[in-house]
Nanobody
Framework: QVQLVESGGGLVQAGHSLRLSCVSSGRTFGLYAMGWFRQAPGKEREFVAA????????RYADAETRRFTITRDNAKNTVSLQMNVLKAEDTAVYYCSGASTLTSNADANEYPYWGQGTQVTVSS
């Protein structure tokens, strides 16, 4: 059974940084892409970033989210999201997700596994 457990969320002032982490268990971590999605109050879940199983390929939602950097450590079964220069509009529940493929993907339908989410609140 695949489990994803996020950590690192919290309350931070605008302009500051946070680092989210997600530990995966239950399958061979390095064979699958991982992603981060977020859902703000009253909005649909949206793609933030993804990384291939090898870690050599990444993709982000758009230029704005290049404030964010996704990385992974296959030896530790961990994927992280470094978020810099946070803005109030980054406030959301952030979800770690495990893909069914090796290559990174922005489509939530390609991710059968999801963590419980971690709240990020950015005060302005």
């Amino acid at each position: 059974q695949v489990q994803l457990v996020e950590s690192g969320g919290g309350l931070v002032q605008a302009g500051h940084s946070l680092r989210l982490s997600c530990v995966s268990s239950g399958r061979t971590f390095g064979l699958y892409a991982m992603g981060w999605f977020r859902q703000a109050p009253g909005k649909e879940r949206e793609f933030v970033a993804a990384i291939s199983g090898t870690g050599r390929s990444t993709r982000y939602a758009d230029a704005e989210t290049r404030r964010f950097t996704i990385t992974r450590d296959n030896a530790k079964n961990t994927v992280s999201l470094q978020m810099n220069v946070l803005k109030a509009e980054d406030t959301a529940v952030y979800y770690c997700s495990g893909a069914s493929t090796l290559t990174s993907n922005a489509d939530a339908n390609e991710y059968p596994y999801w963590g419980q989410g971690t709240q990020v609140t950015v005060s302005s």
